[in-house]
């Protein structure tokens, strides 16, 4: 039988992967067993195989979160989010960055879309059923937005309960969604602010690089400060080591540090730094599916086995 066709949304993951391939030492080198010693410098901990389900929702909804640009949070929210996708979970993706690039990365032409999460959290009456796009994913879909959301910051703030309104206008989505995953923009502002506050748990991507862990104090600060005053569920859900290259000194010593400073929240799955997910962006689509069998497609799968079980 044919796998290709029109009803079908995504290839199998073990389908074999015809893209033209660069040579890539990284996209190979991930040893992934439990029980054996990982980048971390740990033992791997056992992740259970996820376990089916038989309904959907409520939605847990997962920040992720760094005020640096650049360190991975728009990619590993496609991928996680297609990762979770493939283990049968129904994921929402909303693009809280007036850059986009999440609506890009999923093949979406920001600048050309009427309505996008702006609309749903200014004009209360625009449900967001309306403005959610499916994406090439069965099971995940997007919540647009372009470089309208950047006036929202400034609108909100004349509000009252400010911080609530993303958490408000995900509120009728709940039930429909297992796991809602916020790309926040690279600033700690009411955005940002707004995904916290509506966040169960944050997840902090790190690139693996001298300056990565400047400024992630102020991060936690902020997350603190947001489950002390406006949600006291959130949590951090894991520090996720991204851009690792495991040839170099300098990615060791940096993931060194970070698991001697956060411990047990870093993951025990590490990213690491290949060309493949800059391809990606412009295929549209995620390495899951591009490139189901590269060691970055069953990176984000670890991770989200690992995402399930915490
Ligand atoms: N593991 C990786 N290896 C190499 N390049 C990556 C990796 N993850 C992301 N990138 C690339 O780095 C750039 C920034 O990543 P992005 O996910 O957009 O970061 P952020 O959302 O934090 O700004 C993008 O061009 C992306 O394709
Ligand atoms: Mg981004």
Redesign the pocket.
């Known amino acids: 039988m044919s796998t290709s066709g029109p009803q079908r949304a995504r290839r199998d993951v073990g389908e074999l992967d015809l893209a033209p391939k660069p040579h890539d030492l990284?996209d190979e080198a991930l040893p992934d067993s439990e029980g054996e010693v990982g980048p971390t410098g740990r033992v791997r901990r056992h992740v259970p195989e996820p376990p089916l389900i038989a309904g959907h929702g409520p939605a847990k909804i997962m920040a992720?979160c760094?005020q640096?640009?650049?360190?991975?949070?728009?990619?590993?929210?496609?991928n996680l989010g297609a990762a979770l996708a493939e283990y049968g979970r129904r994921v929402l993706l909303v693009d809280f960055?007036p850059q986009g690039?999440?609506s890009v990365?999923l093949g979406v032409q920001p600048h050309q879309l009427d309505n996008t999460i702006y609309n749903v959290l200014i004009e209360r009456k625009l449900p967001l059923q309306q403005v959610v796009l499916r994406t090439g994913i069965e099971d995940m879909d997007l919540l647009p937005s372009n470089i309208d959301l950047s006036a929202a910051e400034v609108q909100l703030v004349a509000e009252v309960g400010r911080e609530h309104a993303l958490a408000r206008s995900l509120g009728p989505v709940m039930a429909h969604y297992d796991y809602i995953l916020v790309?926040c923009q690279?600033s700690l502002g009411l955005l940002t602010v707004n995904a916290l506050a509506a966040a169960d748990g944050v997840i902090i991507?790190l690139e693996c690089e001298f300056f990565s862990l400047r400024g992630v104090a102020l991060l936690i600060d902020t997350i603190e400060k947001v489950r002390e005053r406006l949600n006291p569920k959130l949590d951090i859900s894991g520090i996720l080591a991204?851009?690792?290259d495991p040839r170099t000194l300098h990615s060791r010593e940096v993931m060194a540090r970070v698991v001697e400073a956060f411990g047990d929240v870093v993951f025990d799955t590490v990213?690491?730094?290949?060309?493949?997910?800059?391809?990606?962006?412009v295929a549209g689509e995620p390495i899951t599916t591009w490139a189901p069998r590269s060691a970055?497609a069953k990176a984000y799968r670890a991770l989200a086995r690992e995402v399930l079980a915490r």
């Open positions: 990284t992720v760094n640096k640009g650049g360190v991975g949070k728009t990619t590993s929210t496609i960055d690039a999440l990365g790309d690279p991507p991204t851009m690792y990213i690491n730094r290949t060309v493949r997910f800059p391809e990606t962006t970055g």
